[in-house]
Nanobody, 125 residues
Framework: VQLQAFGGGLVQAGGSLRLSCTTS????????MGWFRQAPGKEREFVAA????????YYRDSVKGRFTISRNNAENTVYLQMNSLKPEDTAVYFC???????????????????WGRGTQVTVSS
């Protein structure tokens, strides 16, 4: 499974970006999907996750109310809508897939089976 994240870029503080993640080789069927990020010199951190069952989503506290994770299972695409961006959101963002259907989700990167190449998000002040 190859995941590809795209949609990053340079944006001013307060701006918005929408990241997308798609796959080649297989579908997301039965997988929970997550977004993580890693800033220079810092560990990779959880951002948001969405279960296979669309009603279950989870966010890290610092992005609640600003970021929205969603997925289109028919198109094998996961999105991360990022609004009111802050300089501290600057990082490389990664999407990942964790096997587990229904309402399963996880914020532990060790539980994710597949990872995409990251996309850089830079927020200027």
């Amino acid at each position: 499974v190859q995941l590809q994240a795209f949609g990053g870029g340079l944006v001013q503080a307060g701006g918005s970006l929408r990241l997308s993640c798609t796959t080649s080789g297989r579908t997301f069927s039965g997988y929970a999907m997550g977004w993580f990020r890693q800033a220079p010199g810092k560990e990779r951190e959880f951002v948001a996750a969405i279960a296979w069952s669309l009603s279950f989503t989870y966010y890290r506290d610092s992005v609640k109310g600003r970021f929205t994770i969603s997925r289109n299972n028919a198109e094998n695409t996961v999105y991360l809508q990022m609004n009111s961006l802050k300089p501290e959101d600057t990082a490389v963002y990664f999407c990942a897939a964790s096997s587990g259907g229904g309402g399963y989700w996880t914020k532990d990167p060790g539980d994710y089976d597949y990872w995409g190449r990251g996309t850089q998000v830079t927020v200027s002040s």
